[in-house]
């Protein structure tokens, strides 16, 4: 259960220093100083202008009750953005995750969907290793014509297909690609879990 775990982690106050909470769990209670962004700022945009952000986010952690995604929406909202792409969201995302992302998604944006991907591997931890999100909000969401979330197992992907004018399409990836590691390092790492994963489906050579 995720409250259970974010309860019992804030009990662990003789092994986790308040110095160490901050950098395993980076939130809007970040020290201004710790919180550093850099390239251009981003203006207001125009109502004809669709806004698409990135990150690799380094992991959604669900300890501290949502806080990081809470902060990632209202990042969001404050951006301007209309699509959202999210790598290595380090979730094991289930149906009950994905209401409770798409609720918090939803208290900013109305009118939004979400799309998560994680890897078949089984897990009884809500934190997994990898996975990708795709968040689109808005008047967009009513051009989305189809969705996809990675069916291969790898849970490396997610895309959708918009409606343009004169009958164009737009496809919106979010993915995440591994770095080339020669063997697996560790045993729940997403270059493991995906080595097991390949193995299953008989390729001879994982790379």
């Given at each position: 259960?995720?409250?259970?775990?974010?309860?019992?982690f804030?009990?662990?106050?003789?092994?986790?220093s308040?110095?160490?909470k901050?950098?395993?769990?980076y939130?809007?209670?970040?020290?201004?100083?710790?919180?550093?962004?850099?390239g251009?700022?981003?203006?207001?945009?125009?109502?004809?202008?669709?806004?698409?952000?990135?990150?690799?986010?380094?992991?959604?952690?669900?300890a501290?009750?949502?806080n990081?995604?809470?902060?990632i929406?209202?990042?969001?909202?404050?951006?301007?953005?209309?699509?959202?792409?999210?790598?290595?969201?380090?979730?094991?995302?289930?149906?009950?995750?994905?209401?409770?992302a798409?609720?918090?998604?939803?208290?900013?944006f109305?009118?939004?969907?979400?799309l998560?991907?994680?890897?078949?591997?089984?897990?009884?931890?809500f934190?997994?290793?990898?996975?990708?999100?795709?968040?689109?909000?808005?008047?967009?969401?009513?051009?989305?014509?189809?969705?996809?979330?990675?069916?291969?197992?790898?849970?490396?992907?997610?895309?959708t297909?918009?409606?343009?004018?004169?009958?164009?399409?737009?496809?919106?990836?979010?993915?995440?690609?591994?770095c080339?590691?020669?063997?697996?390092?560790?045993?729940?790492?997403?270059?493991?879990?995906?080595?097991?994963?390949?193995r299953?489906?008989?390729?001879?050579?994982?790379?």
């Amino acid at each position: 259960d995720d409250q259970r775990t974010y309860d019992k982690f804030n009990t662990y106050d003789t092994k986790y220093s308040t110095k160490i909470k901050k950098a395993l769990f980076y939130t809007s209670e970040t020290p201004p100083d710790m919180n550093i962004t850099w390239g251009d700022q981003l203006l207001s945009k125009s109502s004809e202008t669709m806004r698409i952000l990135f990150q690799n986010i380094n992991g959604v952690q669900l300890a501290t009750n949502w806080n990081k995604w809470r902060d990632i929406v209202s990042e969001m909202s404050e951006q301007q953005g209309d699509i959202l792409g999210l790598a290595e969201t380090n979730i094991n995302w289930n149906p009950t995750r994905n209401k409770q992302a798409l609720r918090l998604l939803r208290t900013q944006f109305k009118h939004s969907i979400l799309l998560n991907a994680t890897s078949d591997e089984p897990s009884t931890s809500f934190h997994k290793p990898g996975g990708a999100s795709l968040a689109i909000v808005g008047n967009i969401v009513g051009t989305i014509s189809k969705k996809y979330i990675d069916d291969t197992g790898l849970g490396r992907w997610v895309y959708t297909v918009l409606n343009a004018k004169h009958h164009r399409k737009i496809v919106v990836i979010t993915a995440y690609r591994l770095c080339h590691n020669y063997l697996p390092k560790g045993h729940e790492t997403t270059y493991s879990q995906q080595y097991r994963i390949l193995r299953r489906q008989n390729v001879k050579n994982p790379q």
